[in-house]
């Protein structure tokens, strides 16, 4: 794993899963942080604004679409996110930040708490079995994602 990600803050590693607080939710509106808990796009988003990426706080299918803050790229680089799913439909997509070679930081309600999983780990789980693919956001300040 890539030492920037090793060296994130104790907070990272302790979130909680709480598939109520995703971006744009209430429930994030209400009490914004990650420490009463978030979903996997919350927790990705936040990890990346940990490091300066800007990322708008789209779902999945949206942020997949997306090419104003984001781009797609063939071979992920670190800090990258990775979109996970049981097909090739970005509704609803499980999403992670690629850590390194063959890892991905991730938060999912099967285990819980944020954990590297290899891609082969995704693939073991039906409803992580496809990968759709990795995205780039812009560090912010910038106008565009770098390809």
Known sequence: MDPRLEALPDAFRAVPYAGSRYPG??????????????????????VLRHFGRSVPPLRSRELWNDTRHTVRVA????LDLLFFNAD?????AHVGVWAGPDAVLHLSAEV???????LAD???HDRYRVLLGAKRA?????GHPST
């Not at 819980?112 to 999983?117: E, K, M, Q, S």
């Open 138 to 142: 812009e560090p912010l300040g910038s």
């Open 112 to 118: 819980g708490r944020p954990a590297v999983w290899s």
């Open 25 to 46: 939710s209430p429930a994030v509106s209400r009490l914004p942080g990650l420490a009463p808990g978030a979903n996997c796009q919350l927790f990705a988003y936040e």
């Open 75 to 78: 071979q992920p680089d670190v």
């Open 122 to 124: 995704f693939t073991a």
């Open 88 to 92: 090739t439909d970005p509704y609803g």
